[in-house]
């Protein structure tokens, strides 16, 4: 049985059918040929966009020539309320100076520290899903709180559970509620001179979101310069000066990268791990090795992480069938000639790791979930040149090493402790609102072992 994929739309289908299927869901909404297609163009009143699905050109795009690629204004539009000037969104020097700062808190000899906050989560993951004997549960809400947890011990060292974690949390959860355009306003970008209305509540939501995060930014400053701050990311972040101008974040600044790593850092990597779970209940037998290979946690630390090779590798193969940031758009500085067609200034170019790590010119058996293809010829060409779940080149996803220390680590905390087996007539169907999601969500029974 080979893993759900959406049903692509006809060829060929009339404009407005198109706005109808994309406002329903950006996957489906795509035709069979992009999975065979090198590039393809989309022509509309409004505007131009282009999908390549090349290697070389991914690569021209991401790696060579990021400064001529910014990311696209019209998909910060509908995320400015909330994220503000966060590193997600913003380009140029002000994204150069963000990274300098933010980046040294995420690079590999801080996972190490990072690694018992982590830990602490998946174990009251674990805690949590005692008791549920043979139930049905949704996957989904299961990971997307265990990775809520994740982000505020490793960032600031509080539970889920305190007061102000735990509505963020919630508030967050509205918001996306509120925002399932989000996607469609990237691709179908309305023409300029259209005011940008966002709606009553979803402002509101913003703002407390905001509020609520401003409120733990506040208190961490009074914290460090009390000097009795907890060694995490927040604290890093905020010490560390950027080497060029020496300035910290100012107290907004960090407001919005703290909202960022919020909404990049537990959607992602909820919407991976819900997956990874679907696919151990479909593939039992993988279940079983990872369950055996999951032992080497009975004493658990950062060194035991490196005898997780199935698990990382299953959470590898997971983020390639649904990664879980579907399509990324940027938009042309220039005029560029991209396989013998010009794309004009101000086109939107899009880039869908979905398409990509399913491309039938390159992957072999690309809609087959196989772990062991990692260590195949074709498997480490394409992670090379046709796999990008945390996108490439300078703008590469900050929290990459993280999520691969947090992905296979939850996983295998979560198979030691349970099974989990699939429930018939419940076969999820993958859908893209903000991250890859299943449609009426994942369901699995549970059973301890
Ligand atoms: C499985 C988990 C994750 C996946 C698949 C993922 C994927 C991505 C992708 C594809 C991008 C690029 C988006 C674009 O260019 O349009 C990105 C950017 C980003 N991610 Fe992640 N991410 C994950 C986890 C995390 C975590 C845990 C954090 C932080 C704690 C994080 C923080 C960020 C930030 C700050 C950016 C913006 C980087 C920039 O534009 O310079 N992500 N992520």
């Keep these: 049985m080979k893993p759900p994929k959406p049903t692509p739309r006809p060829d060929q289908v009339s404009l407005w059918r198109y706005l109808k299927l994309f406002r329903k869901d950006l996957l489906s909404a795509q035709p069979q040929r992009l999975y065979h297609a090198w590039m393809a163009e989309f022509r509309t009143p409004f505007f131009r966009s282009y999908m390549i699905n090349q290697p070389e050109l991914v690569d021209t795009v991401l790696k060579q020539r990021p400064e001529d690629f910014p990311k696209s204004g019209r998909i910060s539009e509908g995320l400015r309320p909330l994220l503000g ?15 300098r700062i933010i980046d040294p808190a995420f690079e590999g000899g801080r996972l190490k520290d990072t690694f018992p906050a982590m830990l602490e989560a998946a174990q009251a993951c674990v805690t949590r899903l005692r008791g549920q004997e ?3 549960i949704e996957c989904e809400e299961l990971t997307s709180h265990a990775a809520a947890d994740v982000i505020f011990r490793t960032l600031f060292s509080v539970p889920i559970e305190h007061e102000v974690a735990a509505q963020v949390f919630e508030k967050f ?10 996607n469609l306003a990237a691709f179908i970008p309305v023409p300029r001179w259209v005011p940008r209305l966002h709606a009553h509540n979803t402002r509101r939501n913003a703002r407390d979101i905001r509020d609520l995060i401003k409120r733990l930014t506040a208190e961490r400053a009074e914290l460090i310069d009390a000097g009795k701050a907890p060694d995490d990311l927040a604290t890093k972040i905020m010490t560390t000066p950027d080497p060029e101008t020496r300035h910290c974040f100012d107290t907004q600044e960090m407001v919005d990268q703290v909202a960022i ?3 990049a850092g537990h959607e992602t990597s909820a919407s991976a791990l819900a997956w990874t779970l679907y696919l151990m209940a479909l593939y039992p037998e993988w279940q ?14 950062f060194g035991a992480m490196s005898k997780l ?5 299953v959470f590898r193969e997971a983020l390639r069938l649904y990664p879980p940031v579907p399509m990324m758009v940027r938009e042309a500085t220039c005029t560029e000639h991209f ?40 498997g480490k060409t394409c992670q090379r040149k046709a796999y990008i779940p945390f996108s490439t080149g300078p703008r590469v996803c900050t929290g990459a090493g993280f999520a691969m220390v947090e992905g ?42």
């Design 339 to 378: 396989r013998g067609r010009d794309a004009p200034k101000g086109s939107q170019i899009v880039i869908s790791p979905w398409h990509l790590h399913r491309h039938e010119r390159l992957w072999e058996r690309p809609d087959e979930f196989d772990p062991q293809r990692w260590s195949t010829k074709n």
């Design 85 to 99: 000037d966060s590193v997600f969104l913003t380009n140029g020097d002000t994204w150069k100076r963000q990274r």
């Design 288 to 301: 079983e090795k990872l369950s055996v290979e999951a032992e080497a946690l009975d004493d658990p630390s």
């Design 173 to 182: 959860r509205a918001y996306q509620r509120q925002q399932p355009l989000l």
């Design 261 to 263: 790593f919020f909404l």
């Design 134 to 136: 043979g139930q049905e």
């Design 309 to 313: 090779k199935l698990s990382r590798d």
């Design 408 to 449: 296979p680590l939850l996983l295998s905390m979560l198979l030691r402790k349970f099974r989990f087996e699939l429930v018939e007539g419940r076969t999820p169907v993958p859908v893209a609102h903000l991250t890859v999601r299943s449609k009426d969500g994942i369901w699995l029974r549970v059973f301890e072992r």
